[in-house]
T-cell receptor, first 112, second 114 residues
Framework: KQEVTQIPAALSVPEGENLVLNCSFTDSAIYNLQWFRQDPGKGLTSLLLIQSSQREQTSGRLNASLDKSSGRSTLYIAASQPGDSATYLCAVMRPGNEKLTFGTGTRLTIIP | DAGVIQSPRHEVTEMGQEVTLRCKPISGHDYLFWYRQTMMRGLELLIYFNNNVPIDDSGMPEDRFSAKMPNASFSTLKIQPSEPRDSAVYFC????????????FGSGTRLTVV
């Protein structure tokens, strides 16, 4: 059974710093990995989708990497801003199964 | 595209009443998912459809829950009768095999059963 872990559960950093969020998964046989953010009381917003054949994806200040062999993904946020404060979730999909397995999330707070 | 559209945004109902949640997926997406989110249990997949056909309903908690997808642009999740423990945020999401199965979520329906 696939298990997805995100450590730490919460993270606070001063505005302007670069930061890395971590995601680990137990079964390296994945089809894709997706990063989401969720603001309090809101839905999930898709940030980046990495297919299993890819090593990284970039969107603006965000960069997500994928290392299947080690069962890890990182989300790098450059020059953090207070608006980046949210809960970040990673989720993986197995081949032949369209369901996502979600991690428990990292609650990020950017301190002005 | 307007994204995945859910209605209502908020629903407050009395225990025992029927509740119907609605979802319009992104046009062209062939998968639709219903999730429930609570503080205690996080995100739980309830059921998902492919081309309007239910594929996996193993997450539906009880027979009180039912879901339908009569056409490619509409799905409902019904709870009858509702109970206080059903209080949660219910999300609908859609995806497309042709777009690498990236999920797009709706804004959710916050259900409170009193």
């Amino acid at each position: 059974k696939q298990e997805v872990t995100q450590i730490p559960a919460a993270l606070s950093v001063p505005e302007g710093e670069n930061l890395v969020l971590n995601c680990s998964f137990t079964d390296s046989a994945i089809y894709n990995l997706q990063w989401f953010r969720q603001d309090p009381g809101k839905g999930l917003t898709s940030l980046l989708l990495i297919q299993s054949s890819q090593r990284e994806q970039t969107s603006g200040r965000l960069n997500a990497s994928l290392d299947k062999s080690s069962g890890r993904s990182t989300l790098y946020i450059a020059a953090s801003q207070p608006g980046d404060s949210a809960t970040y979730l990673c989720a993986v999909m197995r081949p032949g199964n369209e369901k996502l397995t979600f991690g428990t999330g990292t609650r990020l707070t950017i301190i002005p | 595209d307007a994204g995945v559209i859910q209605s209502p945004r908020h629903e407050v109902t009395e225990m025992g009443q029927e509740v119907t949640l609605r979802c319009k997926p992104i046009s062209g997406h062939d998968y639709l998912f219903w999730y429930r989110q609570t503080m205690m249990r996080g995100l739980e997949l309830l059921i998902y459809f492919n081309n309007n056909v239910p594929i996996d309903d193993s997450g539906m908690p009880e027979d009180r829950f039912s879901a339908k997808m009569p056409n490619a642009s509409f799905s409902t999740l019904k709870i009858q009768p509702s109970e206080p423990r059903d209080s949660a945020v219910y999300f609908c999401a859609s995806s497309s095999a042709g777009q690498g199965y990236g999920y797009t979520f709706g804004s959710g329906t916050r259900l409170t059963v009193v």
